[in-house]
């Protein structure tokens, strides 16, 4: 028997056990919790029990969680599938050397990151102008690991920006970058193109068209870009000059990559203090994951929830439900970094994966969600793992009755989810409002809440920059920790690519330049109805 299977059996025997029953005795919040700079993570509203536990970490030491965390933080090519090291975590790491292919990548991701500083300031005093004066706007024009994150942190930190506006192209639909830039006066604009292979078809149409409504207005439009990438020389043919592009190496994957020059559009927002403070969180979640045991470990714990819901109980999809307005793109964020991480189908040495890989990964923020789709999570036929977000303060101390209103509403969620209601007590209610048999049966099934769903609650301080670096990390490691138990290559992501190719491929066709020659019957069928 293997720890798979050994899990298997664990939960099956205790399918029908309700969570609240694990409650009993001893302090089974304190044991299933844990506390680390400042966050508090709840897992005992699941189904872990203490050897379901045991066996999880059991199951993380066998898949060399530890050996892989530390040749991760060193450098190794741990994305095997690229030839590539994965370190993410040096961007907000700065003051420690690291070598690469025996050279230490560190002196120039300093001098990028000093550049940044030097620019952000430079454009939040006027120093860096427009054509019309001081910047008031920014666009960053990027799409997946290039819009996503900074796009989501710019709405977490909204309360600290103080610098010019921020606003995010992505789409190649011609709506988004003309609803974007309308509004927007050229003059006072800086557009940051920012690709990691400066290739990618939608950020350079988009960023054509954004030269182009530059151009109109503005006598020397590159003045106004600036470019974040990997490739320099791609950089250069589109106009921009050398000191405007903040380059990366590509062990920076894209969906890791806000903490380094993908942020700059953050950085311009919030300055280049606040986002040092945000890439000290991300720091101190890095010393987290590595310092502390499995069992207490943050990352680690986070990421065995997952295994025990998706793999082991066979949960397909997991909300992400952040009580909190200003991470509204969080879940949006999470599809990226999860869903393109793990969402494999073999394993790091090509074989097929004997069981499922990453989960959907889907949600809304509370209380929103709660008006919405949480009917399906209380009483639809499949369980669905919650995970809640929730911070003890807001930034509106003026309205600090709504944010316990927020935090009761997050809280009440979790609680009923687990404890649901029996027919007993539908029976009683409906008889309290006044029904009698038969309707009072009927009426009374509806309102039963089978209860025993599992959830995790996140509670932090403050969403401050820090804790919003700490609370990311968390998310990145917990995905590391998930993949490397898979054995998979959270690092590449080849799934995007045929997609890709075709619609290259499609494009002439539709342009009416090609035969839909060779193409299956429906694509055909769409193609003809397109070309009118
Ligand atoms: O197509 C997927 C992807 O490669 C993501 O991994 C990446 O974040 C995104 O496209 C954008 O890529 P780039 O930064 O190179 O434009």
Redesign the pocket.
Known sequence: MTLWDDLRHHQALHADRPILALFEGADRAGRFSIRAGGLLFDYSKTSIDPHARDLLIRLAEASGVAGRREAMFAGAKINETEGRAVLHTALRNLDTDIDVDGENVMPEVRATHARMEAFAEAVRSGRIAGQGGRITDVVNI?????DLGPAMACLALAPYADGPRTHFVSNVDGAHVHDVLAPLDPATTLVIV????FT?VE?MTNAEAARAWMAKAVADPGAQFAAVSTAAEPTAAFGIAAERVFGFADWVG??YSVWGPVGLSLMLAIGPEAFTAFLAGGAAMDRHFREAPLVENMPVMLALVGIWHNQICGHATRAVLPYEQRLSRLPAYLQQLEM?SNGKRVAMDGTELPRHSGPVVWGEPGTNGQHAFYQLIHQGTRVIPCEFLLAREGHEPTLAHQHRLLAANCLAQAEALMRGRTLAEARALMSAAGFACPDLERQARHRVFPGNRPSTTLLYPKLTPFTFGQILALYEHRVFVEGVILGINSFD?WG?ELG?ELALALEPILAGREPTEGKDGSTRLLVDYLAG
Request: proline share 0%; hydrophobic share 20%.
């Open positions: 990027g799409i997946g690991g290039s920012a690709s990691k292979t990618t950020t894209g969906r393109e992501q995007v890709k």
